[in-house]
């Protein structure tokens, strides 16, 4: 391989990889502006590491460049129109590459959003469904120690039932002097409230807190018998409302998840 063989090569690399280094950018400002969530864990490691790897190849590359300090001085006219057509084409490309990266990336977030909902709602279904002796006592709600102190141990069992739920919540509809609230009861139980007369219930303690949105929702099913679920992503978080109605009662689980990256198909 002899000397103009060497800089063409390096000139190939250079190239090639200040347009990964561009795509690279524009995909990671896409990722971070908009919160997808497309890649494995591993995956999205190593994308974020190929950074390296291609600012070693354009250093290299130069670095070759200097060494044998070979340029090109001119060509003949015919040649300059040629490849004049040719650089317009590489252009177009190049610009297309970047809707290309769009597509792929809000697709693929998309993907993983459809695929977390159907496995979140069928892994709620047989959850609730395997263990129903503990599912129905959770609609036999009172305000009370005694009804927290089981609802924490049945919300463990669910949420250690299957690993896609790390966090289950029971949402129940009661009121606060006279005004309507939606309280909250987690796996997570105070034993200092088996002391007696050491800590007084308060049900302002176990508001769940809600957007309009989720709040017209719950009224939607509390209050006119509504069974639709309500499912919502955004940002690696993904929350399921999951009603659950027998003998004229009705509750709600609650299901999330947090995903600090994204995965196709998680």
Do not use: C
Request: charged share 20%; net charge positive.
């Amino acid at each position: 391989m002899n000397a103009k063989q060497i800089v063409r090569l390096s000139n190939i690399i250079g190239i090639t990889s200040i347009l990964l280094l561009v795509y690279w950018v524009f995909t990671f400002i896409v990722i971070q502006v908009f919160g997808l969530k497309v890649f494995k864990e591993n995956i999205t490691e190593s994308f974020y590491l190929s950074i390296l790897g291609i600012l070693a190849l354009m250093v290299g590359s130069l670095i070759i460049n200097l060494m044998f300090n070979l340029t090109r001085i001119a060509e003949k006219q015919n040649q300059d129109i040629v490849n004049q057509k040719s650089n317009r084409r590489k252009f177009i490309t190049f610009l297309l590459i970047f809707p290309l990266i769009l597509i792929i990336l809000f697709g693929g977030n998309y993907l993983t959003s459809a695929k977390k909902e159907n496995m979140l709602i069928d892994s709620a279904k047989s959850i609730l469904e395997s263990n129903k002796s503990n599912s129905n006592k959770l609609l036999n709600y009172t305000f009370s120690n005694a009804y927290i102190k089981e609802t924490a141990e049945t919300l463990k069992v669910l949420s250690e039932t299957d690993k896609n739920f790390p966090s289950v919540t029971l949402i129940v509809k009661d009121s606060i002097k006279g005004s309507p609230v939606f309280l909250g009861f987690n796996q997570y139980y105070n034993e200092n409230l088996n002391v007696k007369d050491t800590i007084q219930l308060e049900k302002v303690d176990y508001i769940h807190q809600t957007t309009k949105e989720e709040r017209i929702y719950l009224n939607e099913v509390f209050d006119k018998n509504s069974e639709e679920l309500r499912y919502s992503s955004h940002n690696g978080n993904y929350e399921l409302f999951y009603p659950y109605k027998k003998n004229g009662k009705t509750i709600i689980i609650y299901f999330s998840e947090q995903q600090r990256y994204g995965k196709i198909g998680s």
